[in-house]
């Protein structure tokens, strides 16, 4: 670890034991001051592969070889769209294929080796299997929350357990110490036997100990930051509003039409009105729309109106 | 629906004699408003007279008719008939020596269009008119919130087509009339027709339609008479059937007079109209240019006007208005 140094400012960790080395996406280290010198502005180039960097992607090296760390980058960032999982495959072959293609392509680019065509293969896939990428997305997100949920209802249970062994133990000291008081009380103010008063208290506690009963455990619902889960346990019930005497209907006064009677709906299918009228179509019926209702418009305007007097 | 509507209770009205009093007023009202130091006889010459108005009213309905008939895309019927129903009401209450029909004419088309739900766009709209088309796109478009007020907002419409296809679809299903449909050349060319009497102003639009659908199947050589007295008025008592018949005859009849206004006849009224029309409202003149630019300037008049006043009326105005201090 000693011989830690940055390339930049040679600063070894013998001679500065607080060195942090930092590096960024393209795995070259430097020194935690070196970073705020040269990125003041925010962005700048690598001084050694002269890279355009920003300086919020600077993290610190965790592996004494940058290598290392570069390649963790780049992982990161191919298996963010390389996403897909066995089931996406028909066979275990194809799916060995395409984890083999993976590594080729992260070794590629931690290597330098045929960039520009592993970046097309890259954009092609992206391209081709955008859909699958979204969706699979979208289903790590669910699934890290369920394990989010199944962490923090176990941490929960634990806690409780924990609190409960401790009760429980306590309990179990205190009950001791009196069931000893009570012996020795016995043992000095009886009368009879003490091997038979001994007798009769190792019985009675063998009988005790059976009786604890376990205690219930409450459900967890909750996490820890106080958030509710999200699913599963139900929906919230609606809350009750007071209501006021309920809404009666009452029909619309039809004004008077100033004219003969409408046959009903119920008339203009019997009767077959619609013979006449072009029907719907399955497009139509879909929005609710039904022959029935221009055919009745049309009736009632017709009708409507033919007493009028001037 | 007809029996409650604006239509009904504003402008349906008990016969013609209504309509050509309403007609005879405004235009004496104009006159007597223009034509202060003219004596009768320079007054004679220089109006239009009530009948002159109708003449020319008449020949812009017929021009209104082409314009629809030609207008791109193709209008929908409804509209058409909205657009006349606009036009004679404007000109129940309006001298067409206040406001050109032609200007008008445009006006009821393209408010029709929009209240009609056929959607064109006013560019699209004036690619129909020959000449200057942003002058007509202006006009148009100044002139139509006076329309919408001089209809008093009543903007429904309800026209005789709809009602047709009523008892179209009644006729095939109650009647053993053969083949129907060829009354529809006659019905269409019966409301074509109507629109260029005062028809729609006088009935319901159910009557007029009952009247077109009456007048195709006679020329069909087919009798109804059993279908409106047997069905359509069974429960209804003689005395409303009476009204429908008078109804109907006289529809049949306004029809019949339809008759083209003489051309040199309408060629003189446009020239007299061109002198006497009223230039405040007409977009050439002077007098118009000059109030449009007033109006535009009025803007600021007006903020430097309020702005004073408030300074002469209230003292807290003033402390607060930065002008004062």
Same mark, same amino acid.
């Given at each position: 670890?000693?011989?830690?140094?940055?390339?930049?400012?040679?600063?070894?960790?013998?001679?500065?034991?607080?060195?942090?080395?930092?590096?960024?996406?393209?795995?070259?280290?430097?020194?935690?001051?070196?970073?705020?010198?040269?990125?003041?502005?925010?962005?700048?180039?690598?001084?050694?592969?002269?890279?355009?960097?920003?300086?919020?992607?600077?993290?610190?090296?965790?592996?004494?070889?940058?290598?290392?760390?570069?390649?963790?980058?780049?992982?990161?960032?191919?298996?963010?769209?390389?996403?897909?999982?066995?089931?996406?495959?028909?066979?275990?072959?194809?799916?060995?294929?395409?984890?083999?293609?993976?590594?080729?392509?992260?070794?590629?680019?931690?290597?330098?080796?045929?960039?520009?065509?592993?970046?097309?293969?890259?954009?092609?896939?992206?391209?081709?299997?955008?859909?699958?990428?979204?969706?699979?997305?979208?289903?790590?997100?669910?699934?890290?929350?369920?394990?989010?949920?199944?962490?923090?209802?176990?941490?929960?249970?634990?806690?409780?357990?924990?609190?409960?062994?401790?009760?429980?133990?306590?309990?179990?000291?205190?009950?001791?110490?009196?069931?000893?008081?009570?012996?020795?009380?016995?043992?000095?103010?009886?009368?009879?036997?003490?091997?038979?008063?001994?007798?009769?208290?190792?019985?009675?506690?063998?009988?005790?100990?059976?009786?604890?009963?376990?205690?219930?455990?409450?459900?967890?619902?909750?996490?820890?930051?106080?958030?509710?889960?999200?699913?599963?346990?139900?929906?919230?019930?609606?809350?009750?509003?007071?209501?006021?005497?309920?809404?009666?209907?009452?029909?619309?006064?039809i004004p008077d039409r100033c004219g003969p009677d409408t046959p009903s709906i119920?008339e203009i299918?019997?009767k077959?009105y619609l013979?006449h009228v072009r029907?719907?179509?399955?497009?139509?019926?879909?929005?609710?729309?039904?022959s029935t209702l221009p055919c009745l418009r049309a009736l009632q305007d017709a009708l409507a109106g033919l007493y009028h007097t001037s | 629906m007809f029996s409650t509507s604006s239509q009904r209770k504003?402008w349906t009205?008990?016969?013609?004699?209504?309509?050509?009093?309403?007609?005879?007023?405004?235009?004496?009202?104009?006159?007597?408003?223009?034509?202060?130091?003219?004596?009768?006889?320079?007054?004679?010459?220089?109006?239009?007279?009530?009948?002159?108005?109708?003449?020319?009213?008449?020949?812009?309905?017929?021009?209104?008719?082409?314009?629809?008939?030609?207008?791109?895309?193709?209008?929908p019927k409804g509209v058409i008939g909205t657009a006349f129903h606009?036009?004679k009401?404007?000109?129940?209450?309006?001298?067409?020596?206040?406001?050109?029909?032609?200007?008008?004419?445009?006006?009821?088309?393209?408010?029709a269009?929009?209240v009609e739900e056929?959607?064109? !766009?006013?560019?699209?709209? #004036?690619?129909?008119?020959?000449?200057? &088309?942003?002058? @007509?796109?202006?006009?148009? *478009?100044?002139?139509?919130?006076?329309?919408?007020?001089?209809?008093?907002?009543h903007?429904t419409v309800h026209n005789p087509f709809r009602p047709v296809e009523g008892f179209l679809i009644d006729i095939k299903t109650r009647c053993?009339l053969?083949?129907p449909e060829r009354l529809c050349s006659g019905i269409d060319e019966f409301l074509e027709k109507v629109f260029l009497t005062d028809a729609c102003l006088l009935y319901a639009p159910s009557q007029i339609a009952l009247a077109a659908v009456l007048h195709a199947a006679s020329k069909e050589?087919e009798?109804l008479d059993?279908y409106v007295t047997?069905m359509l008025f069974r429960d209804a008592?003689?005395?409303k059937l009476?009204i429908l018949i008078e109804a109907v005859r006289k529809i049949r !009849?306004m029809v019949?007079? #339809?008759?083209?206004?003489?051309?040199? &006849?309408?060629? @003189?009224?446009?020239?007299? *109209?061109?002198?006497?029309?009223?230039?405040?409202?007409?977009?050439?003149?002077?007098?118009?240019?000059?109030?449009?630019?007033?109006?535009?300037?009025?803007?600021?008049?007006?903020?430097?006007?309020?702005?004073?006043?408030?300074?002469?009326?209230?003292?807290?105005?003033?402390?607060?208005?930065?002008?004062?201090?």
């Open positions: 670890m000693d011989d830690q140094a940055c390339p930049r400012c040679k600063t070894t960790k013998y001679r500065n034991p607080s060195l942090k080395l930092m590096v960024n996406v393209c795995g070259h280290a430097l020194c935690e001051s070196c970073v705020e010198l040269l990125f003041l502005k925010g962005s700048g180039s690598c001084p050694d592969c002269n890279v355009p960097l920003r300086r919020s992607n600077f993290r610190v090296q965790l592996f004494e070889d940058s290598m290392v760390e570069k390649e963790i980058d780049i992982r990161k960032r191919i298996l963010k769209d390389f996403n897909k999982k066995e089931e996406d495959f028909a066979t275990l072959r194809d799916y060995n294929d395409y984890l083999e293609d993976i590594e080729s392509i992260i070794f590629n680019l931690v290597n330098n080796i045929d960039i520009i065509n592993t970046n097309k293969k890259i954009d092609q896939y992206k391209k081709d299997n955008k859909e699958l990428i979204m969706k699979n997305k979208a289903k790590i997100g669910r699934e890290e929350l369920e394990l989010e949920e199944i962490l923090e209802i176990e941490k929960q249970m634990e806690d409780l357990r924990r609190t409960e062994v401790l009760r429980i133990d306590q309990e179990a000291k205190k009950q001791k110490i009196r069931e000893k008081e009570a012996l020795i009380d016995e043992l000095m103010f009886a009368d009879g036997d003490a091997k038979d008063i001994l007798n009769t208290f190792s019985q009675s506690l063998a009988n005790k100990q059976e009786e604890i009963v376990p205690v219930s455990v409450p459900k967890v619902t909750h996490f820890s930051s106080g958030v509710k889960f999200t699913r599963g346990s139900g929906q919230q019930p609606l809350p009750i509003i007071e209501e006021g005497p309920l809404y009666k209907y009452e029909p619309l006064a119920k299918i019997s077959g013979q029907a719907e179509n399955e497009t139509e019926k879909a929005g609710g729309y039904k | 504003f009205f008990s016969d013609e004699n209504e309509l050509a009093c309403h007609r005879e007023k405004h235009n004496l009202e104009f006159i007597s408003r223009h034509g202060q130091n003219l004596d009768e006889q320079q007054r004679y010459n220089y109006f239009l007279s009530p009948e002159e108005e109708r003449l020319l009213l008449k020949q812009y309905e017929l021009h209104l008719k082409e314009f629809c008939k030609r207008f791109q895309p193709p209008m606009y036009f009401r404007f000109y129940l209450y309006n001298s067409s020596m206040d406001y050109h029909p032609k200007e008008i004419l445009a006006t009821c088309v393209y408010l269009c929009k056929f959607n064109v !766009s006013i560019g699209q709209f #004036v690619a129909n008119i020959k000449g200057d &088309r942003e002058k @007509a796109s202006d006009i148009i *478009l100044n002139n139509e919130l006076l329309l919408m007020q001089q209809l008093n907002y903007l053993s053969a083949n050589q009798n059993s047997d008592g003689p005395d009476a !009849s019949k007079m #339809v008759e083209s206004p003489a051309r040199e &006849r309408v060629r @003189a009224i446009e020239k007299k *109209l061109d002198r006497c029309r009223n230039q405040e409202n007409n977009p050439d003149s002077e007098i118009y240019k000059q109030r449009i630019r007033e109006a535009l300037d009025e803007d600021d008049v007006q903020y430097t006007g309020t702005s004073r006043m408030s300074l002469d009326t209230s003292g807290v105005t003033q402390v607060l208005s930065p002008s004062a201090s």
